[in-house]
Every structure is written in C-alpha cells, then in structure tokens.
C-alpha cells in the first residue's frame, strides 16, 4: 500500500526556514533533510529533521485539523 503525504503552505514555509537555519549552522555545507509523517486520526502531525546535524522542528500546520 503506498499513501501520499502533503505538505500544506505554511508547512512548506516553516520547511524552507528550518532549512536555511540549518544551512547556516553548517555554514553553507549540504544538509540532508528529513520528513516525518504521523496520522493521528485528527490530522498528520509533520517533523522535519536535519540529519546532517541530528536536530528535529515540528512543523504541523495546526489549522489544518
């Protein structure tokens, strides 16, 4: 079985600027990011990880549920 995730706008948003902090951090190295989907009956609660620096943002979209 295949399911399909989707990341809202403002998840989208919130992505890209968890992102480019982290870029930062790395000081403009590469940075191997992460999604992390969970179903919880009310919504999908979305994490995105930088695995390059072990660190983790929820990023849900609350007005979304």
Do not use: R
């Not at 706008?9 to 590469?30: R, V």
């Not at 999604?35 to 979209?61: N, Q």
Request: proline share 2%; with cysteine; aromatic share 12%.
């Amino acid at each position: 079985m295949i399911t399909e995730f989707k990341l809202s706008e403002q998840e989208q948003i919130s992505a890209e600027k968890f992102y480019k902090k982290c870029k930062k951090k790395t000081k403009g190295k590469d940075v191997n990011m992460s999604y992390h989907f969970f179903p919880t009956g009310i919504g999908t609660a979305v994490k995105v990880k930088s695995e390059t620096l072990g660190i983790e943002e929820d990023i849900t979209d609350f007005k979304n549920w």
